[in-house]
């Protein structure tokens, strides 16, 4: 199965250009493992993607290393979704700011620390199946709250794995990026069964 979001997807959302070669992979799928649109998503598929062993080992080690310089793969992760027009307008205090004032903004940094500290909250509840699953619907919920669309949430982890990669360095290989994969489409589709049901 493969990883990141499909053509039709960041076409629609002009992200097709920034995710060329290195994002080929299919992040979202039905159960018959066939590549979906975020549009078909409003149905989400009725089984939950099941996160191995092996992908949360690798996730774990990875995130000792990535956690060092959270801020920075935060900053660069928003900043790539930040470049569509769409999501960047769902942010009221990032709506008219150039790149360059993004960058400098505390309140980008605010919101990147936050975001972070959830995916840490997540990783480290890895081995606690309900209490993950808890936090991920109370994320879901929130982002309700917020007028979030769903098919925004697709498009976090593809961001999340460029931004993750300068900072593996070496340790960047195709296992890191699947195990990263796998979790955002776990987290996208739990988040996605308080926001769509």
Known sequence: MGLSCSKELTEKFGFAEKMKEKN??????????????????RGIPDTRP??????????????DI???????????MFMGLLEDEAIRGTFMSFRDKTPEE?????????HVLRVMGAVEKVVARLDQHEKLITLLHDLGQRHM???????????????FNNAIQPALGDKWTPEVEQAWADLF????????ETMVM
């Open 24 to 41: 080929k992979r299919i992040y979202l799928c039905n159960d018959e493992g066939e590549e979906m649109s975020s549009s078909s998503m």
């Open 102 to 110: 993004l960058k400098a903004s505390t309140a980008l940094r605010s």
């Open 66 to 76: 990535i956690k060092k310089d959270i801020e920075r793969v935060g900053v660069v």
């Open 145 to 159: 709250a917020y007028n979030a669309r769903p098919e925004f949430l697709d498009l976090v982890g593809p961001q």
């Open 185 to 192: 489409r776990y987290i996208t589709h739990v988040m996605k």
């Open 50 to 63: 099941v996160l191995s062993a092996e992908c949360q080992v690798i996730v774990l080690e990875s995130w």
